[in-house]
Nanobody, 125 residues
Framework: QFQLVESGGGLVQPGGSLRLSCAAS????????IGWFRQAPGKEREGVSY????????YYADSVKGRYTVSRDNSKNTVYLQMNSLNPEDTAVYYC??????????????????WGQGTQVTVSS
């Protein structure tokens, strides 16, 4: 059974950091490109970051560029999202998603085949 599981979310103060993990089970993650998305209450799901299957290509939303870093360790079947300098606008449920065949426009949820259940990130003092 294909499954993605996010972890690492929580409550953090403004300016703080968190590292999210996206672990795969039931399939080999290195066959998939991975996108990170987030959804705040009352807002649409938005693309945050993307990493190619090999890890050689990364994309970021303008709102997180320079603060977030995506990486992957295919030997551990896990993708990470390091989030620094967090601010309250980063508060959302964060999801990872896997795409078997990447077809551009990484920020569109419809490009992805499998989704995790999400992990809550709350930035507040």
């Amino acid at each position: 059974q294909f499954q993605l599981v996010e972890s690492g979310g929580g409550l953090v103060q403004p300016g703080g950091s968190l590292r999210l993990s996206c672990a795969a089970s039931g399939f080999t993650l290195d066959n998939y490109a991975i996108g990170w998305f987030r959804q705040a209450p009352g807002k649409e799901r938005e693309g945050v970051s993307y990493i190619s299957r090999s890890g050689t290509t990364e994309y970021y939303a303008d709102s997180v560029k320079g603060r977030y870093t995506v990486s992957r360790d295919n030997s551990k079947n896990t993708v990470y999202l390091q989030m620094n300098s967090l601010n309250p606008e980063d508060t959302a449920v964060y999801y990872c998603a896997a795409a078997e065949a990447f077809a551009g426009r990484w920020y569109l949820p419809s490009r992805y085949d499998y989704w995790g259940q999400g992990t809550q990130v709350t930035v507040s003092s």
